[in-house]
């Protein structure tokens, strides 16, 4: 049937006209329906380009890059609103406000949103998932879930005390040895070029899987894991859209899969009895709570990539900023050398020099390392800080959130926000975090809540103390023993981070460092080094 038999007399267009008006039309009124508050006092809506899927197909497309660009662009908003299908997405730009998310924890949480995340990256199966959203915020004297518990047991044993020192050492000893290793194999002559992300990435996936599984960990026992790991962590953001994982995150999802089968056997034959005991105790609390033996295999690929990804990315950078310029690396060179303490005794060597290196030293008494270990983390991160609005509530009496929408803190816009940085804010420049008026080691006055690497208040990272330690201990026993000079060139160029994938960690650089890795010129550690970390 033609349009014209169906159309009215006095009806003008033709049919294509007619669709035109039509799409046109739906365009307008769904633009329209977007925009619309819920509340008067809902924060600034953001309507999208195209209505309704506009933000989430542009997250998905461009990545957290979206988002930041979306505050740069309103940077006048401390809180405005994205419509999405179905709900809202608040996206929080202002240290204050991001300091009120962080206190209005019993109604902005976000444990609830732990059990969706882990459920579509980890592939854990439905009865796993009922244990986990059993209690996930119990009030005291509440029964507690398997979330509570488990947060409460990484939160005390990683946070000051004998297990924090303990563990950390044995991070160290064990980086150590893996870059004595590399030093007897090189034996100081530069052959071929390294890629320099990739030569961090071995040394910290192989020391990581050793300090935290022992030395019967499935990577130790088939090396050919090292690269499923890292396929899975590259391709986290399809697994987390979950639309058929097997073939649209297929690296992703058969890395996964190996890496769980391998960690499934390793708690099968009770090799995890010889690891760390933070490992023993995860386990142990998972089994008090109904966890299968493969249930806690994938939950266990969660810690080994806490462990690993960011303490990667991380040193990558600081290294590359450090070796890029040859003045900072005299100076943070010269602040390492100076905590040293020599000690005497016997070594296979005699002419192998022997120090005593404490990890509290480097924190405490070298300031330029630990600027440009925050300056990085700064310039690296654009992470959220996510939760969930579980009722109706007002933000700093001011700002209505719709129950069941999430709040994003929005790590990198406030990271590129000028008016807390300064102008120079897309600039590499660790002396933000002294003192310039005496040298000393302290922070600018900016708001506590501006520094997002490590996320904020109830949720934030639990292992930020042992990552500072472990970073640290990597980059000075590099520094110490190492020249780096660029493979091609006359200076090593800091490349862009690739801000156009999911900020689930601090971001890899968009290409490839390329450098010559030596001996120091200087005949320093010429003959290899022996520290004995202590805290």
Same mark, same amino acid.
């Given at each position: ?35 619309? /508050? ?20 542009? %997250?998905?497309?461009?990545? #957290? ?51 969706? +995340? ?8 439905? !009865? ?12 005291? #004297? ?8 488990? =947060?409460? %047991? ?6 000051? *005390? ?7 050492? &044995?991070?160290?000893? $064990? ?40 030395? =019967? ?31 649209? @995150? ?7 899969? /190996? ?24 386990? $142990? ?11 806690? !295999? ?10 690993? +990804? ?71 991160? &654009? ?38 940085? *300064?102008?120079?804010? @897309? ?17 600018? @006055? ?9 996320? *904020? ?74 520290? &004995?970390?202590?805290?």
């Amino acid at each position: 049937m033609a349009f014209n038999d169906f159309a009215p007399e006095w009806w003008p267009f033709s049919a294509g006209t007619t669709a035109i008006v039509g799409i046109v039309a739906l365009y307008f009124i769904s633009y329209q329906l977007s925009s619309r /508050k819920i509340d008067p006092r809902e924060p600034t809506i953001i309507a999208p380009a195209i209505p309704l899927f506009g933000h989430i197909l542009s %997250m998905a497309l461009l990545g #957290g890059r979206y988002i930041k660009n979306l505050g740069l662009r309103h940077r006048n908003l401390p809180i405005f609103t994205l419509p999405v299908p179905g709900s809202r997405i608040y996206i929080v730009a202002d240290p204050s406000l991001a300091a009120a998310v962080q206190r209005a924890s019993k109604v902005l949480s976000f444990t609830p949103i732990i059990p969706e +995340v882990t459920e579509r990256v980890l592939g854990l199966d439905k !009865a796993t998932m009922e244990i986990t959203r059993k209690n996930l915020d119990p009030a005291p #004297g509440e029964e507690r879930g398997f979330l509570a518990d488990i =947060q409460e %047991m990484v939160y005390a044993w990683l946070g000051p *005390g004998d297990y924090l020192t303990d563990i950390s050492l &044995d991070a160290a000893r $064990d980086m150590r040895d893996e870059i004595a290793i590399y030093a007897a194999s090189s034996n100081g002559i530069c052959r071929e070029p390294t890629e320099l992300l990739g030569w961090v990435r071995h040394l910290v996936t192989v020391s990581t899987a050793k300090y935290l599984y022992g030395p =019967q960990n499935p990577i130790a026992l088939n090396p050919e894991l090292e690269g499923a790991f890292w396929d899975f962590d590259h391709g986290l953001g399809s697994l987390l859209m979950n639309i058929f994982p097997s073939i649209t @995150a297929s690296r992703a999802y058969a890395g996964r899969e /190996k890496l769980s089968a391998a960690l499934q056997e390793y708690l099968e034959k009770g090799r995890h009895r010889t690891g760390s005991k933070i490992i023993q105790k995860r386990v $142990d609390i998972a089994l008090e709570h109904g966890w299968t033996v493969p249930a806690i !295999a994938r939950e266990e690929l969660s810690f080994l990539f806490a462990g690993i +990804v960011n303490a990667t990315t991380s040193t990558f950078w600081i290294l590359t900023q450090v070796y890029a310029d040859p003045e900072l690396l005299a100076t943070v060179r010269k602040e390492i050398e100076s905590v040293l303490e020599a000690q005497s005794r016997p070594h296979e060597k005699p002419e192998t020099p022997s120090f005593r290196l404490r990890i509290g030293d480097l924190k405490d008494n070298c300031p330029t390392l630990v600027a440009v270990y925050r300056e990085c983390l700064r310039l690296g991160s &654009d992470t959220y800080s996510t939760r969930l609005v579980k009722e109706d509530t007002l933000l700093a009496n001011q700002y209505f959130l719709k129950k069941n929408a999430v709040v994003q803190i929005a790590g990198g816009v406030i990271h590129a926000d000028k008016s807390i940085w *300064g102008d120079d804010v @897309a600039t590499f420049n660790p002396q933000r975090f002294l003192d310039k008026r005496d040298g000393g080691a302290k922070p600018n @006055a900016i708001h506590p809540a501006a520094f997002r690497a490590f996320g *904020g208040g109830k949720t934030l990272c639990p292992g930020r103390h042992f990552a500072m330690n472990e970073i640290l201990a990597f980059v000075a026993l590099v520094v110490l023993q190492f020249d780096m000079e660029p493979a091609r060139g006359d200076k090593i160029e800091v490349p862009k981070k690739n801000d156009g994938v999911l900020p689930v960690h601090v971001l890899e650089p968009m290409r490839p460092v390329e450098v010559m890795i030596s001996k120091r010129a200087d005949g320093f550690a010429r003959d290899g080094l022996d520290v &004995d970390f202590v805290m």
